[in-house]
C-alpha cells in the first residue's frame, strides 16, 4: 500500500494587474481575474513556472 504524502501548497495572490496580453493569458489560466483573488495550487514544477513568469505581479505563500 502506498502512503499519502501531504503536498506543500502554494497560495497565489494577485497584487498587480497585468500588462501585457500574455501576462494576462497567464494569470487567467491560474485563476487569478481580479485584483487580491486568491488560489491554492499543490507545489508543483508546473505552477511554479507559470509563477515565475508574473511573479512581478503575485505574492506567494507557502503551506503545509
Do not use: C, W
Not at 497584487?15 to 494569470?27: N, Y
Not at 481580479?34 to 512581478?56: C, M, S, W
Amino acid at each position: 500500500m502506498v502512503k499519502a504524502t501531504k503536498e506543500k501548497k502554494l497560495m497565489v495572490t494577485l497584487v498587480k494587474r497585468p500588462g501585457t496580453e500574455k501576462l494576462r493569458k497567464i494569470t487567467f489560466s491560474m485563476g487569478l481575474r481580479k485584483l487580491n483573488a486568491t488560489h491554492t495550487y499543490p507545489d508543483r514544477p508546473e505552477i511554479r513556472g507559470q509563477i515565475f513568469k508574473v511573479k512581478h505581479l503575485v505574492t506567494v505563500t507557502e503551506k503545509a
